[in-house]
């Protein structure tokens, strides 16, 4: 009889699924729809932390940021109406970056649901594109089943789960008993595919025809980076990264010739230009129809999910397999290739670039530009350091100049480009790794998003150290407008704002920068703080220069040799038009010391 059996709201219960996950934190901003969540929130505190923040969507970004970070589910809420639809953005982020993610949504009550109510609207048709699984709870008996169900979802789809609560369904009383089914360890990876000797003496046999190999390398290759770099060197392949492998295989590896594209180093896109075999393995790359069809060549790709193929590049050679097995049976099957003049040149072409970024970030500049503030951020980072890098500029600055050791760690909105995830990222880097070192890096346009959660930073005390470099305009945007034969920039300039003064404001020291010599105690100023368990801000005020676009150079052969030139459509408006000699390209960028790459060619002889 129900009088014997002690009870519990179905919102605790629910909550106690959550806990049994391994849940800390719940991200979110409460409405009067979600009360019976915020009543067992209250009840659970000592379990499970209510983190508030100041808007839904830096919740739902710093939960899609703490599962790309940890690997495990995290959770966000918002309530019904607008608090579900200022979710959207955040789990579209954690959607397009495969995190794990499992959103509460208020809704109204039962009885007043269908009935034109306050704030009520048909939540799941919303969220029915972003979620790999998306219910209303109808009986509070099935709350905490339903929540054990959306964890397992997001698990196991990598996507976001979304559970809607009536009001009402929270606070109804429901027998005491455990509801979190059996736990397994759901980070465990499922078992994935090895290839077969055929494949790797199939994939051997065409690397020993191919005069270029690249290897592009993504995020499945996970932990076998070291492996990686043994047959780079053993069959004199260089290694491209995409944004999210970036740290997965050392910097400081010649080979390692970073990311390809826009946010690209030189030697990344001209040997992309110029590869005769694209090796991709483990990776999803959203800008292969642009990079991969740029010109011909063959394409093997090596990939865990068989979804991923032939969507870059029509295929020489499909591999379903796992990255890392692959690459150490490769190892196993392999004979050493000879030194290869195609390697040596795409070295030569990183270490050239390489020595041109470090030149940009010695030097004293006024007014101040960016590359002096990496230098600052890189000499204080501690090596297990976690960066939040938002989305603009700083991206491309990041992969160029952000001095990223194995136990870095770092969160950006790779695919979705979400702005505004700074702050987010940095808050769930904070609560996750609260003994590590943490930098959020923004640019204004970036950070003016979501800049009402320095609050967040200062009520939780959490010692994150903010980056802002504030140009006065949306760069990123800017130069894509220059690339897109624009007559005249639209919309991108913003105005100017003293970040330091409003991060006071909110309780958060701050200081602003003007010129390279205010950098150094600027940056010591943001340890002490931060070592102080405060947060701190450097409004870093920077020009609005564009840093050399590589992917404007253009390769192709003619009368059987190597040419270089820059793209007919560039057209850098504002910082100088009309340049067609790749000469005049570089000296507009500062960039004299530069080899092009047919001077590269013939220097080490790879034959067009
Ligand atoms: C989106 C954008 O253009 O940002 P930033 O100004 O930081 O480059």
Redesign the pocket.
């Known amino acids: 009889m129900m009088s014997d059996v002690n009870t519990v709201p179905a919102s605790v219960a629910m909550l106690r699924v959550l806990e049994s996950w391994g849940v800390k934190q719940i991200y979110g901003y409460p409405g009067g729809s979600f009360s019976s969540t915020m009543s067992a929130l209250e009840q659970e505190k000592e379990r499970i932390q209510y983190v508030q923040v100041r808007h839904e969507q830096v919740g739902a970004l710093a939960a899609a940021a703490e599962a790309k970070l940890t690997g495990k589910v995290a959770v966000t809420f918002g309530s019904a109406g607008p608090g579900a639809t200022n979710l959207l953005t955040g789990l579209y982020d954690a959607r397009e970056d495969h995190a794990p993610v499992v959103a509460l949504v208020g809704q109204v009550p039962s009885p007043n649901m269908n009935m034109n109510y306050f704030q009520e609207f048909s939540e799941q048709p919303m969220f029915e594109d972003v979620a790999v699984y998306n219910r209303t709870v109808m009986t509070p008996e099935s709350l905490p089943w339903v929540v054990d169900k959306a964890v397992r979802e997001a698990y196991k789809h990598q996507g976001v789960a979304v559970v809607v609560i009536p009001n009402d369904m929270g606070f109804g009383e429901i027998p005491d008993v455990e509801y979190a089914s059996a736990m397994i360890d759901e980070t465990k990876e499922a078992p994935l595919p090895d290839p077969t000797n055929e494949e790797v003496d199939k994939f051997l046999e065409m690397v020993k025809e191919a005069k270029r190999p690249l290897i592009h390398v993504g995020r499945g290759i996970k932990d076998g980076g070291d492996q990686l770099v043994e047959l780079s060197k053993k069959l004199q392949i260089p290694l491209v990264m995409t944004g999210l492998a970036k740290g997965l295989v050392p910097d400081e590896y010649e080979g390692n010739l970073g990311m390809a594209n826009r946010a690209a180093s030189k030697a990344a896109d001209e040997m992309f230009a110029t590869a005769d075999l694209v090796i991709a393995i483990g990776a999803d790359f959203p800008f292969a129809n642009l990079v991969y069809r740029s010109h011909d060549f063959k394409f093997i790709q090596i990939d865990a999910d068989r979804v991923q193929f032939g969507r870059h590049h029509y295929l020489d050679l499909g591999i379903w397999s796992d990255a890392t097995s692959f690459v150490e049976k490769a190892l196993d099957r392999s004979e050493a290739a000879p030194e290869s003049p195609w390697f040596k040149a795409a070295v030569a072409d990183m270490q050239n670039w390489s020595e041109y970024l470090d030149m940009l970030t010695n030097r004293d500049v006024s007014p101040l530009e960016f590359e002096p503030v990496y230098k600052h951020i890189n000499r204080i980072a501690k090596d297990d350091a976690i960066f939040s890098i938002?989305?603009?500029?700083?991206?491309?600055n990041s992969f160029r100049h952000l001095k990223l050791t194995k136990k870095n760690k770092w969160v950006i909105s790779a695919l979705f480009?979400s702005?505004g995830v700074g702050v987010p990222g940095a808050l769930a880097a904070k609560f996750n790794y609260p003994d590590r070192q943490v930098f959020n890096i923004?640019?204004?346009?970036?950070y003016s998003m979501v800049m009402q959660d320095l609050i967040t930073e200062t009520k939780y005390q959490l010692p994150i150290i903010n980056v802002i470099?504030s140009?006065e305009?949306?760069?990123?945007?800017?130069?894509?407008q220059a690339d897109t034969d624009m007559n005249d920039y639209s919309g991108?300039f913003?105005e100017g704002q003293d970040f330091a003064m409003s991060a006071k404001s909110m309780g958060v020291e701050a200081v602003t920068v003007r010129s390279t010599d205010e950098l150094e105690a600027a940056f010591d100023k943001a340890v002490e703080v931060t070592e102080a368990g405060k947060p701190f801000l450097i409004d870093a005020k920077i020009t609005?220069k564009r840093s050399l676009p590589v992917e404007d150079l253009l390769i192709d052969v003619e009368d059987g040799k190597w040419v270089e030139k820059v793209a007919p459509n560039y057209n850098a408006v504002g910082v100088m038009e009309h340049i067609d000699s790749v000469r005049d390209f570089f000296d507009s960028y500062d960039a004299q010391s530069l080899k092009t790459l047919p001077e590269l060619f013939e220097e080490f002889g790879v034959e067009a």
């Open positions: 938002d989305v603009g500029d700083n991206i491309i480009a702005m923004s640019g204004d346009g970036a470099t140009n305009a949306l760069n990123f945007i800017k130069n894509s991108i913003i609005d």
